[in-house]
């Protein structure tokens, strides 16, 4: 289960990496396009799209809407671990 765990997080990590690089090609073209006269949209800043992405960890404030509670993340958990087996992975740590 570790092992899936790890690979995870890594994939997210790269995928939040990604969505990042995105954002901020996509704000310089932004400027760019501004700089001559022509907006065909509106790109947020760096630092308001960098705030609403952050980890939870680096995140201030409360916790969303929505997010799920220790019982529930349990029983995602499990559910993950249910998964796995049935996958033909072990989900046994």
């Known amino acids: 289960m570790e092992r899936y765990l790890q690979h995870l997080v890594r ?10 690089q995105i954002h901020e090609c996509l704000y310089r073209l932004s400027l760019s396009q501004q700089g001559q006269g022509f907006a065909p949209f509106a790109c947020p800043p760096l630092e308001q799209f960098r705030a609403e992405v952050a980890w939870p960890e680096a995140q201030v404030g409360e916790v ?11 029983r995602m958990d499990e559910e993950m671990t ?12």
Do not use: K
């Not at 969303?64 to 349990?74: I, K, T």
């Open 11 to 20: 994939q997210q990590a790269a995928n939040h990496w990604g969505q990042v």
């Open 64 to 74: 969303p809407a929505g997010s799920p509670d220790d019982a529930e993340e349990a």
């Open 82 to 93: 249910d998964l796995l087996d049935f996958l033909g992975g072990s989900g046994a740590t």
